[in-house]
């Protein structure tokens, strides 16, 4: 399964590199902010989420940062490897709501 | 543990035709949801239970789609008549609990439907 197509968003990084992968929201009201990764062919994976009270998250090789003045919501990729490569999903939920609503996806290349 | 099971893997059908998708959630966990994914759309959640209820099928595109989970091990999505349209790779995801804060879905390989 992928989201792969015309319109997805691609990001090209040198392995090693840092990779940044950007998502705007829409809804005000959303509680949690999820990052999933998709490899060719799997279902999507958890990676890390956040609460809406907080602005940083931390998690091995991962960093979620989240502005709610902008309704913007990032995902950082420390030292990228080749496993990385994957469409990456960030999601939203309202706290009491199970209903997640996923973005469109970027695909993340990863050059060896 | 097995994770998420989706079967087949692989459906390929005439238009016309019935389809149905199989899960089998993780041991345990109490919420089931059948997700659509395509190149326009994206994905989609179409349904999803709470101890085996269906709680919110608002994504459910149309009548001609019905889930059920008659327990806590599985579950099945039907399509019937199928139309090209409904090509797609279908997911089933699980997660525990109905607590505050985000609980993690665990999701299948999915089910690649494609419809002639």
């Known amino acids: 399964g992928e989201n792969v197509g015309l319109h997805l968003p691609t990001l090209s990084v040198q392995e090693g590199d840092n990779s940044i992968i950007n998502c705007a929201y829409s809804?005000?009201?959303?509680?949690?902010f999820i990052w999933y990764k998709q490899e060719s062919g799997k279902g999507p994976q958890f990676i890390i989420d956040?609460?809406?009270?907080?602005d940083k998250r931390q998690g091995q090789r991962v960093t979620v940062l989240l502005n709610k003045t902008v309704k913007h919501l990032s995902l950082q990729i420390a030292a990228t490897q080749p496993g990385d490569s994957a469409v990456y999903f960030c999601?939203?939920?309202?706290?009491?709501?199970?209903?997640?609503?996923f973005g469109i996806g970027t695909k993340l290349q990863v050059i060896p | 543990d097995a994770g998420v099971i989706q079967s087949p893997r692989h459906e390929v059908t005439e238009m016309g035709q019935e389809v149905t998708l199989r899960c089998k959630p993780i041991?345990?966990?109490?919420?089931l949801f059948w997700y659509r994914q395509t190149m326009m759309r994206g994905l989609e959640l179409l349904i999803y239970?709470?101890?085996?209820?269906?709680?919110?099928d608002s994504g459910m595109p149309e009548d001609r789609f019905s889930a059920k989970m008659p327990n806590a091990s599985f579950s099945t999505l039907k399509i019937q008549p199928s139309e090209p349209r409904d090509s797609a790779v279908y997911f089933c995801?699980?997660?525990?609990?109905?607590?505050?804060?985000?609980?993690?879905?665990?999701f299948g390989p999915g089910t690649r439907l494609t419809v002639l």
């Open positions: 999601a939203e939920t309202e706290e009491g709501y199970q209903k997640v609503t």
């Open positions: 809804n005000s009201a959303s509680d949690y």
């Open positions: 995801a699980s997660s525990f609990g109905w607590t505050s804060g985000y609980n993690e879905q665990f």
């Open positions: 239970f709470n101890n085996n209820v269906p709680i919110d």
């Open positions: 956040i609460r809406s009270n907080m």
């Open positions: 041991s345990g966990h109490n919420s």
